[in-house]
């Protein structure tokens, strides 16, 4: 894994363990020579991990749409900065440039990202690991959201697995590189269950 796309808020929470977790994510990922992939924003955790992995010596690369350029404040001081065209095409392309994802606390668009993911892999699209920094308990939420929709027969059991959970960064990616993808049935040019 050389390239970890993390997803997460333009603003920095209510606290400042929001911030903490982001800048020893940033840090970690330096300290292993992996590159971050993000938003581009230089506004909430978005600018906090991004400056943390630059000032550690990594390296950080932006995708931005053109129409949030100015609203967001672009990150003036990225290794690589890529504008596009919408949020679609940002997305493509962090998962194209990213061998894992993250996702860090934020808000509907954050979800909205780590959901895409996760469909992807569920059809099988990708077989990255999903990693959730569960800064402070704030996506206990969304994994009893996911039992219930075991209970409730809306997603297969096996599918929890996929996303990778932990406090800390350090086990996080530790977990993430020894990730062992789940066989999902592909709609590519395998036909796995």
Request: proline share 4%; glycine share 8%; aromatic share 8%.
């Amino acid at each position: 894994m050389n390239t970890i796309a993390v997803f997460c808020g333009s603003k920095r929470g209510a606290t400042d363990c929001y911030v903490k977790e982001a800048q020893a994510l940033g840090y970690e990922l330096a300290k292993r020579n992996m590159t971050l992939v993000y938003g581009g924003s230089s506004l909430g955790i978005m600018g906090v991990i991004a400056d943390s992995v630059l000032e550690a010596g990594g390296k950080v690369i932006g995708v931005m749409p053109n129409f949030l350029d100015t609203k967001e404040r672009t990150h003036k001081n990225l290794s690589e900065l890529h504008i596009v065209s919408s949020m679609h095409e940002r997305k493509a392309m962090m998962a194209d440039l990213a061998d894992g994802f993250v996702v860090l606390p934020g808000g509907p668009g954050t979800l909205e990202e780590f959901f895409e993911v996760f469909t992807w892999g569920q059809l099988g699209l990708h077989h990255k690991p999903i990693g959730i920094l569960n800064t402070d308990r704030y996506y206990d939420p969304l994994l009893a959201l996911f039992t219930h929709m075991i209970n409730a027969q809306f997603m297969d059991e096996k599918f929890q697995s996929m996303t990778l959970v932990e406090s800390d960064p350090s086990d996080l990616l530790n977990q993430m590189q020894n990730y062992q993808p789940v066989h999902a049935k592909t709609y590519l040019n395998d036909d796995r269950t």
